[in-house]
């Protein structure tokens, strides 16, 4: 009977946990990505034999902090205007901002809805086994002609 009612209000929390909206999943894998891109750079560095000084993680990356920047950034009607109060940071976010949007397509901030990204993967799953039928080759065969660390690779 102890357990039942233990159980009974167990469930109870698990969906109200469930419900809570406050954990952003596509936010958590972003960050993760960032962080395996955080990751390979300083195993590159280590690699290049320590060119930079080694950043303090603890005091670089926060995830709760993080997550709930990203919550508060989400929720403000405009980014432009977190930065009324700092000349200096809007300047900085105009400088950084336009430079990104030079580099890349004018599309390419434009949000993706599922039905797209699910027929493009589709499509390039589709591509990846049409491509692996033509090519004998793999496409990494040219870039170890290129590839100044080649020689740090182990055969096993």
């Known amino acids: 009977m102890l357990n039942n009612v233990a159980y009974k209000e167990f469930l109870k929390w698990k969906e109200k946990k469930l419900q809570n909206n406050d954990f952003d999943l596509d936010a958590a894998h972003s960050f993760c990505q960032w962080q395996c891109c955080l990751q390979m750079g300083l195993y590159l560095n280590q690699l290049l034999g320590t060119p930079l000084c080694e950043p303090d993680l603890s005091r670089l990356y926060t995830g709760t902090l993080v997550h709930r920047l990203y919550q508060e950034l989400k929720s403000a009607p405009a980014v ?32 993706m809805t599922k039905t797209r990204s699910v027929s493009c993967k589709k499509r390039k799953a589709s591509n990846k086994k049409k491509s692996a039928i033509r090519r004998a080759v793999p496409d990494t065969q040219h870039l170890c002609n290129v590839n100044r660390f080649a020689s740090l690779e182990v055969d096993d």
């Open 80 to 111: 432009e205007n977190l930065f009324t109060l700092s000349p200096k940071m809007a300047q900085l976010y105009l400088v950084l901002l336009n430079t990104i949007e030079s580099t890349v397509s004018p599309d390419f901030f434009q949000k």
